[in-house]
């Protein structure tokens, strides 16, 4: 099957019909629609809790100082997943170059025997940065594990850059505030979810991410949906307890229940579009592809003279795989190579595979995907 559908301006996304995974030898991309751009900083503040693109993150540590102390195991899954069995998992063990302490042994079992050989933490961490891809970071008590995260990348003269977080144990906090979050534990046996691989990076992140999926029902019921809403009412139980320990009045309430649910004070006013319409809503035909052997210069007059932005590269001669070039690509490649880009055979530049949606998913999901892999296209 071969692309069918193209909407021609702006920013380009590939729509599949059916929910399957990417394959290079699958032929699923069948349309295309286009998008607004997005402010990077603010574009998840209205993603659902459910669909939000996030990595649930869980350290081991030589101790708990975050100055001092360093990483010896890092453990994550990516979300949204229903079944967190099945997620994208990352795990990794990280030499801390020290001896670790009898007292930190006793509570996750890691000796230096199980270290020793492990990455430093700049190839650990560098590991973890390209899998995770920069999204959300969600935690139980997570302010510690970024906090050492932080200063280990210091340390290595390496760039940390602030992520987006939520706390689950804040969160829990909202929901119940005794005895739900007093410990992963005690919210695990709350929700009636068992314990397994406690104080090991990769079980704790794996529990964290269970607890969560578990407590979005909760939340919701709240009048906290989205990422914006849950981050704001973290904020402001913070800042309720504050007033409290200064004996001021507790200022700042529980959610209001007419369906509103918290603000995100200080960043624009949402469109609700993106969770009004489909994808499939926005699709218009027909697109454009052209073989792997064509020249990039006559991709080009083809995506002047139709005045569309990106166009399909068959990448096989059973139109089985297909890439993308857009005319970023192509000014990249001038700017790379100057004007004998221009003969290349345009499978040299075009970008596989393509990150998917789902025809069926709310625009709101295209866009939080483009934003966490940083791309304007998409495949579905």
Not at 6 to 35: D, E, K
Not at 197 to 204: N, V
Request: proline content about 6%.
């Amino acid at each position: 099957m071969t692309p069918t559908a193209v909407f021609q301006s702006g920013l380009s996304l590939c729509v599949r019909p059916a929910r399957i995974a990417y394959h290079p030898t699958a032929t699923v991309w069948r349309f295309a629609i286009a998008l607004p751009m997005m402010d990077h900083k603010t574009d998840l503040l209205g993603v659902p809790l459910a669909s939000l693109p996030a990595i649930v993150l869980d350290t081991e540590t030589t101790g708990l100082d975050p100055s001092q102390d360093k990483v010896i195991e890092i453990g994550a899954v990516r979300l949204p997943c229903a079944d967190v069995d099945a997620a994208e998992q990352f795990q990794t063990l990280v030499n801390p170059n020290r001896a670790v302490p009898p007292e930190a042994t006793e509570i996750h079992g890691l000796a230096d025997a199980d270290v020793s050989g492990a990455p430093e933490f700049s190839r650990a961490f560098a590991a973890f940065k390209e899998w995770s891809n920069e999204g959300v970071i969600i935690g139980y008590a997570i302010a510690f594990d970024l906090a050492i995260l932080r200063s280990e990348c210091e340390g290595a003269d390496m760039d940390w850059g602030v992520p987006q977080s939520l706390d689950l144990r804040q969160l829990l906090k909202i929901i119940e505030p005794e005895p739900i979050a007093d410990s992963l534990e005690a919210a695990a046996e709350r929700f009636g979810i068992a314990v397994v691989d406690r104080h090991r990076a990769l079980g704790d992140a794996l529990l964290t991410a269970r607890i969560f999926n578990a407590a979005v029902p909760r939340l919701r019921a709240k009048g906290i949906r989205t990422f914006g809403e849950a981050h704001n009412a973290i904020r402001a139980r913070i800042a309720r307890r504050e007033r409290l320990t200064r004996g001021e009045p507790a200022a700042i309430t529980a959610a209001p229940s007419t369906g509103e649910g918290y603000g995100f004070a200080g960043f624009p006013r949402l469109d609700s579009f993106p969770y009004r319409h489909r994808i499939s809503d926005l699709m218009s035909a027909p697109v454009v592809a052209v073989g792997s052997g064509e020249r990039l210069g006559a991709a080009l007059q083809t995506m002047m003279s139709r005045r569309i932005s990106s166009i399909f590269v068959r990448l096989t001669d059973t139109g089985s795989d297909h890439g993308i070039i857009t005319e970023r690509d192509v000014l990249r490649a001038i700017a790379d190579l100057g004007a004998p880009a221009l003969d290349q055979p345009v499978a040299n530049f075009a970008k596989r595979p393509l990150v998917s949606v789902h025809g069926h998913d709310f625009v709101y999901v295209a866009l939080a995907r483009m934003a966490q892999h940083h791309i304007r296209h998409l495949a579905v």
